[in-house]
């Protein structure tokens, strides 16, 4: 099955900085990468997915980039605020539509 | 559109009972559902796919006579943990495949067993 790393488990930023999140799989079938933030005790919230036929997806201050023959994508957050500390989750898909799940990295921004 | 409920959003039980917890697709239609598990400070790990009119398929090491899926109509999947125990204590989600890959989430049951 698939085997999604995520790096690092935990990351501080100062507020207004950069933060760059990294995640690995192992199955070359999967094609689907979303990116989940989750708050305590709450549901995922997809912020941006990126498919294996493009490379770069941006959406304002959140951008994805995906190397599918290294097998890894990333995640960037640039401006960050304090209200992106949260957990955020990598994930990776194939053709059964199972989602398998990154370790999640704690990010904290500091005001 | 795309919302996804859970109920109950916690629940505390004894030892030994059962508890069912409910996911619903509020407006869509979802034949296929998954389960997930989320311990404290950990991922979440898949515990089944659930398709609507037929089995659900678990994944390796979850014990599929202890947490019985039902999937009975295109809108509700229901999830039993028997003879609950108190390492069964989870966060427990559901979500919902509304087009190919995309899920979308419930908002978690917390179940604690006394």
């Known amino acids: 099955g698939e085997n999604v790393e995520q790096h690092p488990s935990t990351l501080s930023v100062q507020e207004g900085d950069s933060a760059v999140i990294k995640c690995t799989y192992s199955d070359s079938a999967s094609n689907y990468f979303p990116w989940y933030k989750q708050e305590l005790g709450k549901r995922p919230q997809l912020i941006i997915d990126i498919r294996s036929n493009v490379g770069e997806k941006k959406d304002q201050r959140i951008a994805v980039t995906l190397n599918k023959t290294a097998k890894h994508f990333s995640l960037h957050i640039t401006e960050t605020q304090p209200e992106d500390s949260a957990v955020y989750f990598c994930?990776?898909?194939?053709?059964?539509?199972?989602?398998?799940f990154g370790t999640g990295t704690r990010l904290t921004v500091i005001p | 559109g795309a919302v996804v409920s859970q109920h109950p959003s916690w629940v505390i039980c004894k030892s030994g009972t059962s508890v069912k917890i409910e996911c619903r697709s509020l407006?869509?239609?979802?034949?296929?559902m998954f389960w997930y598990r989320q311990f404290p400070k950990q991922s979440l790990m898949l515990m089944a796919t659930?398709?609507?009119?037929?089995?659900?398929?678990?994944e390796q090491g979850v014990e599929k006579d202890k947490f019985l899926i039902n999937h009975a109509s295109l809108t509700l999947s229901t999830l039993t943990v028997t003879s609950a125990h108190p390492e069964d204590s989870s966060f427990y989600i559901c979500?919902?495949?509304?087009?190919?890959?995309?899920?979308?989430f419930g908002p978690g049951t917390r179940l604690t067993v006394l």
């Open positions: 407006d869509f239609q979802a034949t296929t």
């Open positions: 979500s919902a495949l509304l087009v190919y890959n995309e899920q979308f």
């Open positions: 659930s398709n609507e009119g037929s089995k659900a398929t678990y």
């Open positions: 994930a990776a898909s194939g053709g059964a539509n199972n989602l398998f």
